[in-house]
């Protein structure tokens, strides 16, 4: 049965980077011509999507429903209505149709100005009406990013904008900005922002129009394939609401997907995508502006007509502690934990024999694996210990 | 921040560095040593070399490159023999070679395409296999999968330098996070995973008076001796 298990654990390992390599579906995101369906029970399409859908997935549509993706075919996916997700509450805590939430916003924080960060992990990604082309060497998302850093600073933020291009927009490209993304946490933004833009061809989409402005809706997007995905997709709902109560509508989707995304780097670390490329940049723009504003909020900068209150007043307006962030973090540490544990048994099950090389190790924990900080060994007690060669010579 | 997401950040950092220090333990370091190594990389993880600033932006991280990549160049340089360190450059070359061949097959793949594992990952798996496959070793899969992503690297600073990109290399960037550390110790794990697989299938470690069952050397006391025969 070990046996079994062992080379279960081998053919396991192999199969994972053979499967990446040798899939060669001809499936190219984001070049604005093929993008995924999704449909719910009742066959009506509730969402497209130029990113990869796998099953598992998860979905919160503008109205705040939840999917759950159940199945995949080629382009086509189904999804099953989850019912209306409670964006103030972590997790998936759905709420009654009956019931309503409301929010107070976080208006002003004291001291230093809250700091948000800005890259660009696909610098390539552009607006057909306005350059002519979906990618380019130096994107429009350039534009958005500096639009949405100019609506942080109006809104009393501070933006660190990281200008560094991470071309071309293939599977690497998020190994190559993760040190970007690295560099500007070293200055702790309360939230790091990637600027993106979907791949569907149909505008419509995410045309909108809020406050009488055409914009392009925006959506979030949080990868699951890290250690930070609750707290992320707690933020992305708290996000969500926030934008709702400002700007209703601005948030198309909340998207929980595969990937990493550089998300694992810290929490609220959110990629958002404005639009779609057959979208016009000025819409795209003015999404930015509006986001600004809305994420500003979140850090608990000061609103401009709200920079006029006296030193009292502003002390009151503190940024509301959120409890899912707790929870989140929480619940992931423990999950952490628990693969550690689980890791640490199956390696030691391997190095050892069975559960009583384990107890062994154990009981002998700080005379053997802490030799070398506290010694050990008897006094006087000499032992000449042989050692065996490195690994390789000993096949031979 | 909250507790909970100060014990989540803490966790994530003190069950990683945990799993390095096991790694680096059995890459020629002390208990003290691998500690030291874990600190000086978090450390120098906030120090960027410049190296070239147009048309393409290079630069070293020292906590996340030069310290992996000096430590791998390190064990090349202490191998036991020619033979040990012929093998991990052909593991090194073989990685390297894999890695700019997936990077070609995935060159469309963009958000979220990552069927099993990310490939943040990938390049520590492939390190890992490759580099025991190649070279039989723990050294030889840290040294593969270390200096395989830096072949990934040079390979994308020529590309971008070809097509008129004004990129980025930054080498070891995210510092302790980066993929050469992470690959690295991945890498090892996998070989520590596959190596004793295969001597669990084979029957398991020979007994001697020298060594009890279920005892492993972890510290390396002397330079290994190509003369040193196996106890029967």
Redesign the interface.
Known sequence: M??VL??S??LG?????A???L??S??????GQQFFTITDDAGKIIAKI???V?VGDYLITEDDSGYRISSVQEFTVKARYDGKVDLEKPGWVMVSDQETTTTSLPTQAPGAKPKIGVYYT?SEESYVPHSGTADK??GDVYQVGGTLAQSLKTNGAEAVVSE?????????????S??????LL?QRPGILVDV?RD?IPDPNYYNKTINGEPVAQIRI?V?K?N??RS?NFDFAKELKARANELYPGLVKEIFW?????NQ????RVILLEFGTHTNTLQRAEKSAQMMGKVLATMVGAAAPQQQGLGTAQQQQNQPT?RPG??????S??LW??AI?VVGFIV?AL????GVG?IK??LSKFTSKE????FGGTKKGAKRE???????????E | MSVGLMVLVGATVLIFAGVADRVFDRLRLTDTQALLFIVLIAAGSFIDIPISRTPVQVSLNVGGGLLPLGLAIYLLIKAGSSREVWRALAATAATGVILLGLRYLMRNFGHGRTDIIDPLYVLGVVGGLVGYLAGRSRRSAFIAATLGVLVTDAAYYFSALSQGVRGVVSIGGAGGFDAIVISGVLAVFLAEAIGETRERLGGGPVEDRDFPAGLKVSNVIEDNDDSEKRPE
């Open positions: 070990r046996k062992l080379i654990l081998i390992l192999l199969y994972t980077p499967v990446g390599a899939d060669l001809p499936f190219d995101q984001h070049n130029g990113s990869l796998s696909h060497k130096r560094n291009n991470h071309s071309p927009r293939d599977a690497n490209a998020y190994n190559r993760r040190a970007t993304a690295m560099q070293r993106h791949g997007v990868g394939q250690a930070n707290v997907a595969k990937g990493n995304y694992d780097l810290a929490p502690g962030d707790q929870t989140g973090g929480w992931s540490a952490i934990l550690a390696y391997v190095n050892s024999q090389g062994y190790m802490l030799r070398g900080f210990i042989k050692i065996p060669p490195e690994d390789d010579q000993r096949e």
